[in-house]
């Protein structure tokens, strides 16, 4: 049996080594990325089967990955922010974020 993928998108090298260590830990094989056009490359080569995504990224937002993503890829995408007002989460969700 394969472990599942997940790519983790976050620019917060303390909040990405903690996400990485716990999922590892849980049996998951991580990719990661630490910014938005790296995130693209990632989610194109190594097909994750879930996306973590920061929304403040360097070079390319999250928002962007996420709406760019969707347009060729189905792989559930899980945001994780620091916005917290309803209308950051309307948007995620028309981008594209599950």
Known sequence: MKNEKVLIVEDDEPLLKFLN?????????????????????????????????????????????????????KTPIMIVSARGRESDKVTCLDMGAD
């Open 21 to 73: 260590a716990n999922l590892r830990a849980r049996g998951y094989e991580v990719i990661s990325a630490q910014d938005g056009l790296e995130a693209l490359d990632q989610v194109e080569r190594e097909m994750p089967d879930l996306i973590i995504l920061d929304i403040n990224l360097p070079k390319l937002d999250g928002l962007e990955v996420c709406r760019r993503v969707r347009q060729w890829c």
